[in-house]
């Protein structure tokens, strides 16, 4: 059951001085109100997982990595290769993060990073397929949140995407209904780059990029991926709190004007990888 | 979605013979459930959910309870037979995430701070599915806690909206949501003019997004409408204790 979440309580101080800044504009980081905190990717982080990268938006360090197998197609998509996104709310991240049964926030977190891949089609699951309705190729983007400072989404939907770009294959021959593993790798081509954007809502104020005390602080967020081509594959409100129609509409054009600049940044060192 | 299916027949209306922008038949009923504070039965098209409220009641065990508010518990959960293959009854990871987004979406509702330390469970049970389950289990579920007494802000509305053949449309069946290229499901409540409930998944430009809301905000007011209807028919009746 989904229950009603109990965060850390914020001091009444911090949160008066951030109502405070907001309301001239500013922010408690002295960042603007729609400006990202510097992004460090680092591609390759992990040597033993096909494709891996580790990502710093702020303090909140995510690590993303890719490993592969061959699988069984699911029944109905015999013709595609498996991709399945899972996040780790790592204990050592946070002391909100506890061991465990997977907790709702990491469910949805890791939801939300599949859609945003799966619907932008950024992975091309046909081309995944070895033999139809026998035997493609599984991916499993495993995602470690390693340090907590809010925003998990956009950070883990860079994160994903580039350890996807650094992603290499090993090719398989086919004989009959057998395959064999070859010595030879070939590189998993991305046919877009989605860019997660997320608010934070402060009554009628928002900011993107929220920190963890922003997060806290925060009445809801609203999270949008925009795909290379300025359409949007996901959305998802998360908290409680409600936004007018017209404020939502809002956020759209913000968030394509935001989106290109951000993925020009985030995926900046896909094109160099070789 | 590998394969290609055409989701308009001919004439230009859906194969379930509905115009783009037209709501499957709709049956609410209030007051379903002997033992609930409060239920509700929702039949949109072949959908069948059922919603109960319990509470507020004691929060237990003590430390999941809040000193300023009562706290919700929300489950939504499919029957194992509510889908053609058997669906385990175990909650799957989309059932723990749609349980979430509907407690999102019912916590602005609900005036919390009249129950301190108290909890209220909303559970929703869906007999058969047919698409936009989470938006006719939280317009269900909204009811049900009407139904319990418990004050709210106001009543929250749900329904789906999206992309088909290159079509914006409301309402979406299981075939619509499978084969077609957007699913947005919005709950939408019209005197407060606030959105709960937001998650979209597919492609969808910011044109047609923009499209897809002012469809969603007519079918949540016309839904709206319904609510308020079944709860007038519950309470023009005189209770049966039974």
């Given amino acids: 059951m989904s229950i009603t979440e109990q965060r850390p309580i914020i001091s009444k101080l911090e949160k008066q001085e951030l109502y405070r800044l907001l309301a001239e504009g500013k922010r408690v980081d002295g960042r603007g109100l729609l400006q990202y905190r510097n992004l460090n990717v680092q591609l390759n982080y992990i040597e033993k997982a096909e494709g891996s990268a580790l990502v710093e938006l702020g303090n909140t360090k995510i690590l993303a990595a890719v490993k592969v197998g061959v699988a069984l197609p699911f029944a109905d998509t015999p013709n595609e290769g498996i991709l399945i996104v899972n996040a780790e709310l790592v204990p050592l991240a946070s002391p909100v993060f506890e061991p465990g049964p997977p907790s709702e926030e990491s469910i949805s977190l890791a939801r939300y990073v599949d859609r945003s891949i799966r619907e932008s089609k950024a992975v091309d699951l046909s081309s995944l397929c070895i033999i139809p309705g026998r035997s493609v190729y599984s991916l499993y983007v495993d995602l470690y949140i390693l340090d907590y400072d809010g925003n998990l989404i956009d950070a883990s939907v860079i994160a994903s995407v580039n350890a996807l770009g650094t992603t290499k294959l090993p090719k398989y021959s086919v004989e009959g209904q057998s395959i064999k593993k070859l010595d030879e790798y070939f590189k998993l081509e991305l046919k877009d780059l989605p860019v997660s954007i997320t608010y934070a809502f402060f009554g009628d104020k928002y900011v993107v990029d929220p920190c963890l005390n922003e997060e806290y602080a925060s009445d809801f967020t609203i999270s949008m991926t925009v795909k290379s081509d300025d359409r949007f594959c996901a959305i998802q409100k998360n908290g409680g709190g409600m936004i007018s129609p017209r404020g939502f509409l809002e956020l759209l054009d913000k968030s394509i004007a935001l989106g290109k600049e951000l993925r020009s940044i985030a995926y900046s060192k896909l094109s160099g990888n070789g | ?242």
């Fill in chain 2, 1 to 242: 979605m590998s394969e290609k299916i055409s989701l308009f027949k001919e004439d230009g209306r859906r194969l379930d013979d509905r115009a783009p922008d037209e709501l499957r038949p709709i049956k609410i009923k209030v007051g379903v459930l002997s033992n609930a504070q409060g239920s509700a039965y929702i039949e949109q098209g072949k959908n069948k959910i059922l919603a109960a409220v319990y509470g507020p009641k004691e929060a237990l065990p003590k430390h999941i309870s809040l000193p300023d508010r009562c706290i919700l518990r929300c489950r939504y959960h499919m029957a194992p037979f509510s889908t053609p293959e058997r669906k385990s009854p175990a909650p799957s990871r989309r059932e723990i995430e749609l349980s979430m987004v509907i407690r999102n979406a019912l916590e602005p509702l609900v005036m919390t701070s009249l129950f301190p330390r108290t909890v209220i469970d909303i559970f929703i049970e869906v007999l058969q599915a047919d698409g936009g389950t989470r938006c006719a289990g939280l317009t269900a579920a909204v009811l049900a806690l009407a139904d319990a007494g418990i004050p709210l802000k106001g009543l929250t509305a749900a329904c789906a909206v999206g992309k088909a053949d290159g079509k914006v449309i409301v309402d979406l069946n299981d075939l619509e949501d499978k084969y077609g290229e957007a699913d947005m499901p919005i709950a939408y409540n019209p005197t407060l003019d606030g959105i709960t409930l937001l998650q979209m998944d597919g492609i969808m430009s910011k044109e047609e997004i923009e499209q897809a809301l002012s469809l969603a905000i007519t079918a949540t007011q016309k839904i709206h409408k319904m609510q308020v209807e079944a709860l007038k028919e519950r309470f023009s009746v005189p209770r049966r204790e039974g």
